[in-house]
């Protein structure tokens, strides 16, 4: 499993969207919870100072900590039916049982054919 984790200068960083979650309290106060950092929460009398509390809570959390990217690698898993690909190719029968395969598959798509037809028929006396 390959990990690659990427750090970024502060003065190199790129913009960071949060998703904040606003609820108006039973008091009339406006409260925001940053998604993800329940932890960092602002209080105000109005939505857009509640959002600014939130954003300075993360900010001084910030100075203390940084955020990086993790990218890791999915392991590579071979298929489960690759094991089965190819395990008839040496059975003498088996050109026979495919004959038989689309034999049937033949007569099935007969059978719907005519199943559809008969319908068109229905419809058209209708």
Do not use: H
């Not at 690698?73 to 495919?98: H, I, R, S, T, Y």
């Amino acid at each position: 499993m390959n990990i690659t984790v990427e750090n970024y200068l502060k003065n190199t960083a790129p913009k960071l969207n949060y998703d904040v979650l606003i609820e108006n309290q039973a008091d009339g106060t406006v409260k925001a919870i940053l998604l993800g950092l329940p932890d960092c929460q602002g209080l105000g009398n109005t939505e857009t100072e509640a959002i600014e509390k939130v954003s300075q809570s993360l900010q001084t959390r910030l100075k203390t900590a940084k955020i990086v990217t993790l990218e890791i690698e999915a392991p590579k898993v071979e298929n489960p039916w690759m094991k089965f690909a190819g395990m008839f190719k040496d059975d003498p029968q088996f050109d026979e049982m495919l004959g038989y395969i689309e034999e049937y598959r033949r007569e099935l798509d007969a059978q719907m054919e005519e199943y559809y037809q008969q319908l068109d028929v229905e419809n058209e006396a209708k």
